[in-house]
């Protein structure tokens, strides 16, 4: 498989998964009628209380009604405010039964826990989702480097992309096409580096991320951003 084919596989691995996360939580619910004052106070009484309504319009690209559907979703399926990384693993392992989609939940949970404190708020959840769904370019192309920068120290090594494409094709399982071969991730990432790692120093930076995903287009008309 070629870097193009790598990376419609991680287009819609990732975004898919995203879009299931955000059915999950309500926010492809129908939503009607006016803005309820049941909905305003509801957001003020969870047990993890959230921001308020307005503080959440101007940190994320979200509207109220919006905001109050992904919160009655999450509330749904959150009734502390929070959600755990058990609980990410969960959903993912709904999505996809066939393979182990537990290491990629883990690194996706990791990128959603900003605060490192072992959960996800419903802040976190939608700044996140803010970012992934109406984020510029440069904030998709960020979010998707802070992804695969799995130690946080700035830069991607060859090991934490291989972490990242094995956890890609344990949860697509059997389903994965065409059949990988077992050196097949590796593989991958040293096409990857190749393209990204413009000083060949054995690491990508953040810089060499973002130009090089620009150069190549790693992402299409609609600005969804590839994530390999």
Known sequence: MNLDGLEMIAVLVVMGLFIKVLEQFGLFEPVGGEDSIEDDFELS?????PEGLEKLQQLTKFTKKELQVL???FKNECPSGVVNEDTFKVI???????????????FLFEAFDTNKNGSVSFEDFVIGLSIILRGTINDRLN????LYDLNKDGC????????????????MGKYT???MQEDAPREHVEIFFQ?????????VTIDEFIESCQKVQFYNSDCSFAVT
């Open 92 to 106: 993912y392992s709904q999505f996809f039964p066939q393979g182990d989609s537990s290491m990629y939940a883990h």
């Open 71 to 73: 919160y009655r979703g």
């Open 45 to 49: 009484t969870v047990c993890q209380r």
């Open 195 to 203: 393209k990204m790692d413009r000083n060949n120093d054995g690491v």
């Open 156 to 171: 991607i090594t060859k090991e934490e992309m291989l972490d990242i494409m094995k956890s890609i094709y344990d949860m």
């Open 177 to 179: 096409y065409p059949c």
């Open 143 to 146: 979010w998707a480097f802070n």
